[in-house]
């Protein structure tokens, strides 16, 4: 089953919803940084929130990033997303094993932390990007940026997501929704999205059962609404030599020649799809030499 996003409204314009079906592209984030559970978890969510939150930009050429770091033992969690809602991400520590919360979860509360700050940087080619950053909550990641729409966007919103990792720590299913209320919204229709909000226990089950339909019909029950956007969404990294070469010039001449001299060679690896690029000293020469001519 393909990896689907829905954007919509109620008919009369009251809220607007968007909901993720994202099972796939959290699977491929958990093969390629080789994920426990509780971090496969942890990342799954934020990398559903930026595919959704990917999906609210404007303008082709725009771009968001992600961060969470609330001191736990995950460290930062940094996805990066685009109006396509491509997404890829990073967690610093991939590794990390926690008991079970005290509801038999896993403890991505835990893992995040509570001590730091929920980020989000838009780069909507202006001079300056837009940042916001707000305290974290409980580290779940979903009342997060419930609590950063509410503070830093004033828009009252409600935030699910969820990952389902199975015994043999692939992904089950995963997904999640953002319903968000408009200026003047109708009370009748902002009391049907809360009730219907209120009804969702748990956004894996629906997706594992019923797939992203069903989420969707959860969250618009007695709702007249229309579909402005479907569309398929996936893990992509955008990495490439050329940006590779372009951060070794970013380096500095006085850092290249040292690591000609001292390393004779350079091998980076790309956070987000764990690529090796490497670069002997011939090459490193000649990537220094074209920065000098340019």
Known sequence: MKDI????TSDEG?????????????????????????????????????SIMGAMLKNQKDSLTLQING?????????????????????SNPNINLPLNDKGKLDVGGAVGTDGAFT??????????????????NGEVAEDITSYFAVSEQTPSAVGLG??????????????FIVQ???????KIAILAEENVRGIKSV????????????????????????????EIRYECNCSEDRIEKALI???????NEMIKEDGQAEILCHFCNKKYKFDKDALISILEKAKQS
């Open 5 to 8: 996003l829905i954007r919509g």
């Open 14 to 50: 009251s809220i607007r919803f968007f909901c993720a079906a994202t099972s796939n592209l959290t699977e491929e984030a958990r093969r390629i940084h080789n994920t426990t559970p509780v971090a496969t978890a942890a990342l799954g969510r934020m990398l559903t929130a930026g």
């Open 71 to 91: 001191k736990g033992p995950a460290g930062t969690i940094l996805i990066v997303s685009d109006q396509t809602s491509k997404v890829r991400g990073y967690i």
């Open 120 to 137: 989000v940087i838009k780069d909507l080619g202006l001079k300056e990007p837009y940042i916001g950053k707000t305290p974290i909550i």
């Open 163 to 176: 990952v389902r990792v199975g015994v043999d720590a692939h992904v089950e299913s995963a997904g999640g």
């Open 181 to 187: 209320l408009m200026p003047e919204a109708n009370e």
């Open 204 to 231: 894996t089950e629906i997706i594992y059962y019923e797939g992203i339909d069903g989420l969707l019909n959860r969250l618009t029950k007695g709702i007249e609404y229309v579909i402005h956007d479907k569309k």
């Open 250 to 256: 970013s380096l500095g001449e006085k850092d290249m």
